[in-house]
């Protein structure tokens, strides 16, 4: 008979149900120790078999009534040798194979996660409380931990240099907008794999998570499309040219392509018009408009198209978070002069969608005091506020006045003092 048929032969007892329980005690001990012999294993609820067992390991009678067994590990390692001339650690390697050695693998673990958290805050962007704070909380929940496990750790690495690459104001991709780049590229830049950052991979959701700290949302990614869009594009990513659209009223055009023709007669039947980030970048617009009003809702344009028609001033509809074609298109009209009045809901996002919006165009808010939002607050019902508070620097009393109420107040609700504005005089 061969060597590992007689190990297998003389083993067999270890394979009854007398044993099962208690070796796999023993291995859980031992795996959570390093292999350590010291103190015992117990069984709660002991069968007939497992009771006898214990009888032989340890030379003490167990009455049957016990509820509980204990074993001392090194009086089951002195059994094992006394009647195989094997310990512990080896017949639980035959029987099962190797043992786990857990606190040398979280020891690596542990060094891994710091090696990994300490070149992501060697980035030019750990100076920035929205990169801490993300890092922070990857580390804390056990994103990280989970990465490690995985073998996965590089991603974090990979995340950070997507984020590094994510365009600024004044950058530009050959064929595209300042301060917009295709994901493909991004991820080719960041990666040298064009589908790194194709939905629900890994690094997608790393480089989202931090996006989404970045615009003050906390850690939170949307599950629905449009919602991740809108996070790729609020950083100057786009995954398509043609998705990414704007929805204007009144807005004209100066110059002679297709598209602003298209815009002017759209002005002048006062027609709402959606243009895309494709036709912004291929076929460049001005707008004609030197003053143009920003809402947050299609209800408010519109209405605005059926009261005002083309007798209104020039209005541009957010649909939410401001896609890149909306930025690109209200960036290159406060270029060329035009003063933005900009305005959205009273609520969380609303404050940061127009904070954003006067940090990076210049933009005057509209109708966003806290005056505006008591005085609507009073005109109805309202739902209560959701998800972080932010500032409102512009008026510091409407996020005060937020916070006490705990309610938000949709712009709809101010529809006839925003059309009234809207009416050309």
Request: hydrophobic letters at 40%.
């Amino acid at each position: 008979m061969s060597t590992e048929g007689r190990e297998h032969g003389e083993h067999d007892e270890l394979r009854g149900e007398g044993w099962t329980r208690l070796l796999a005690a023993a291995r859980r001990r031992l795996e959570r120790t390093g292999g350590v012999l010291d103190g015992a294993i117990g069984l709660t609820g002991p069968s007939e078999p497992e009771r006898r067992t214990v009888i032989g390991i340890t030379g003490r009678y167990r009455p049957e009534a016990a509820k509980r067994l204990a074993v001392p590990l090194r009086d089951l390692d002195g059994y094992l040798h006394d009647r195989y001339g094997t310990g512990l650690l080896t017949a639980l390697g035959r029987l099962h194979g190797p043992l786990r050695d857990r606190p040398a693998e979280r020891a690596g673990e542990d060094a891994c996660r710091e090696q990994a958290l300490t070149s992501a805050r060697s980035s030019r962007l750990a100076g920035q409380g929205w990169f801490a704070a993300w890092l922070e909380r990857i580390a804390a929940d056990g994103t990280l931990t989970r990465l490690v496990r995985r073998g996965d750790a590089p991603l974090l690495d990979a995340a950070v240099r997507v984020l590094e690459r994510l365009p600024g104001d004044r950058e530009r991709l050959p064929g595209h907008p300042v301060g917009v780049v295709p994901l493909p590229v991004l991820a080719e830049w960041a990666t040298g794999d064009t589908k790194a950052l194709v939905p629900g991979t890994p690094l997608e959701q790393l480089v989202l998570r931090a996006l989404a700290q970045r615009g003050g949302g906390g850690s939170v990614v949307p599950r629905e499309r449009a919602g991740r869009r809108a996070l790729w594009e609020s950083a100057g990513a786009v995954a398509d040219d043609l998705a990414s659209q704007v929805l204007v009223l009144n807005i004209g055009a100066e110059g002679d392509t297709v598209v602003c023709d298209w815009l002017r007669d759209a002005a002048d039947f006062g027609i709402p018009f959606r243009l895309t980030l494709h036709q912004l970048a291929t076929d460049p617009v001005v707008p004609a408009a030197r003053t143009i009003f920003v809402c947050e809702n299609p209800a408010i344009l519109r209405a605005a198209a059926g009261e005002l028609q083309d007798t209104g001033a020039a209005l541009v509809c957010t649909e939410g978070v401001p896609s890149a074609a909306c930025h690109k298109l209200l960036g290159d009209a406060v270029r060329a002069g035009a003063r933005l009045h900009w305005r959205a809901d009273f609520d969380w996002a609303g404050l940061r969608i127009t904070a954003g919006a006067v940090a990076r165009h210049g933009a005057r808010p509209w109708r966003m005091t806290a005056a505006d939002y008591t005085a609507a607050l009073g005109r109805g019902e309202s739902t209560p506020l959701a998800g972080p508070p932010t500032a409102s620097p512009w008026d510091p009393g409407l996020a005060r006045a937020m916070e006490e109420s705990g309610s938000t107040v949709m712009e709809e609700r101010l529809l006839p003092a925003l059309l009234s504005d809207l009416t050309r005089t």
